[in-house]
């Protein structure tokens, strides 16, 4: 307890400005948080995206206020400490490597935007669209349960930053509104591949035809915006031998993103039916 105290009268009596400023700088970041996340509360008619964002970017941008502040109010004891523990600083590099790597992924996204909010992303086994980035880890929520499929999961995954400096991140909603989407058909060679890929052809221009000219004019805006080649927003389908037994029709479409599963559903529905008739009755 004697040791406690002398402790506290030593910090008092060397310390008192620094610390004094210290919590005050605290205190002020927490008003400001409050603050903002009040005045977003009530923000009703600022979409709910919007201000998840804006809730994101504060609290990150107060956490390195925070850190420059603290950083700048114990510069001189940070120095003093920093030249007399050096071997100390060395071994702490060492054994927050992974929170380093962590920070270094997450201004490698920055740097190179990578993703944002609301993106949909794959970064090695973990596919989904990002809720939350943070300065050491990304949320998502799962969109799967694999390629085949479309829709949420309801689980949400979290990946540390560092996994951005080793692993390439895949961006579906790139071409922002509409995306190229690939249907894979696998069939039998007793459905003849020219009928199979007919119908298909059908299925696919009958759902997408009222998206067309809409998707043109968006891809070509992406052109003109980020001066890369874009494909043809017209249906294709390339055929695919498996083995003696069977093929995979494969089919792109231009869709606008959030409509992916259900125009998907609908043309596997529609061909399905012309390519089993008897079945699609029963």
């Not at 506290?8 to 903002?36: D, G, K, Q």
């Not at 003849?192 to 059908?202: G, K, S, V």
């Not at 031998?241 to 069977?246: A, G, H, L, R, V």
Request: glycine content about 4%.
């Amino acid at each position: 307890m004697r040791t406690f105290l002398d402790l506290i009268a030593y910090l008092r009596e060397n310390y008192s400005h620094e610390i004094v400023r210290s919590l005050l700088l605290i205190l002020t970041l927490l008003i400001t948080r409050v603050v903002v996340d009040r005045l977003l509360a009530a923000s009703s008619g600022v979409p709910i995206e919007e201000r998840r964002r804006w809730s994101i970017n504060t609290r990150n941008g107060l956490f390195l206020a925070g850190l420059a502040g603290i950083g700048f109010i114990w510069a001189n004891e940070l120095q003093t400490l920093a030249v007399s523990m050096l071997a100390f600083a060395a071994a702490l590099i060492l054994a927050t490597k992974e929170l380093i790597m962590c920070l270094s992924g997450g201004v490698v996204r920055q740097m190179s935007d990578s993703y944002s909010l609301g993106d949909h992303i794959e970064i090695g086994a973990v596919r989904g669209r990002v809720v939350d980035i943070g300065l050491l880890s990304t949320t998502v929520m799962e969109i799967g349960p694999n390629h085949s499929s479309h829709q949420m999961t309801g689980r949400a995954l979290t990946f540390p930053n560092s996994l951005l400096l080793s692993t390439p991140v895949i961006r579906e909603n790139y071409m922002g509104e509409y995306v190229m989407h690939i249907i894979t058909v696998p069939l039998a060679y007793t459905v003849p591949p020219a009928l199979a890929e007919r119908m298909l052809m059908e299925a696919a221009e009958s759902n997408c035809l009222p998206h067309i000219e809409s998707a043109r004019l968006h891809m070509e805006d992406m052109a003109k915006r980020y001066l890369v080649d874009i494909p043809s927003v017209e249906p294709r389908i390339s055929l695919q031998p498996i083995d003696e037994k069977s093929y995979r029709l494969i089919l792109r479409i231009a869709i606008p993103a959030r409509d992916r599963q259900r125009a998907e559903q609908a043309i596997l529905h529609q061909f399905m039916a012309s390519c089993y008739p008897a079945a699609a009755e029963q």
